[in-house]
């Protein structure tokens, strides 16, 4: 079992910055990838992005691609999620997870889940 408390959400004005953690504990051993999702009341859970433990090569939704940035500290477990550029309609629940999978994308790739962090971004 895998342990995943995210942090970091809050409220940003367009075009500022935000980062968001995501720390692990309990069987990580047995996680080869985590990744970002996020989703909005009444919406799908979305793909954000996806990060490989081992080898750190990434995978980003085209919405986000060349704003966000996903990275990981092994030594702490952690994942993170820069997120630069904030627009009004990056405004989510952001859910950190783990998969057994190499490169997941589909939600039901994904073993464990966090219980997320609110992003808030004004216009």
């Known amino acids: 079992q895998v342990q995943l408390v995210e942090s970091g959400g809050g409220l940003v004005q367009a075009g500022g910055s935000l980062r968001l953690s995501c720390a692990a504990s309990?069987?990580?051993?047995?996680?080869?990838?985590m990744g970002w999702f996020r989703q909005a009341p009444g919406k799908e859970r979305e793909f954000v992005a996806r990060i490989n433990w081992s080898t750190s090569s990434t995978y980003y939704a085209d919405s986000v691609k060349g704003r966000f940035t996903i990275s990981r500290d092994n030594a702490k477990n952690t994942v993170y999620l820069q997120m630069n550029s904030l627009k009004p309609e990056d405004t989510d629940v952001y859910y950190c997870?783990?998969?057994?999978?190499?490169?997941?994308?589909?939600?039901?790739?994904?073993?464990?889940w966090g219980q997320g962090t609110q992003v808030t971004v004004s216009s």
């Open positions: 309990g069987r990580t051993f047995s996680t080869y990838a």
């Open positions: 997870a783990s998969s057994k999978n190499y490169s997941p994308t589909r939600g039901y790739e994904y073993d464990n």
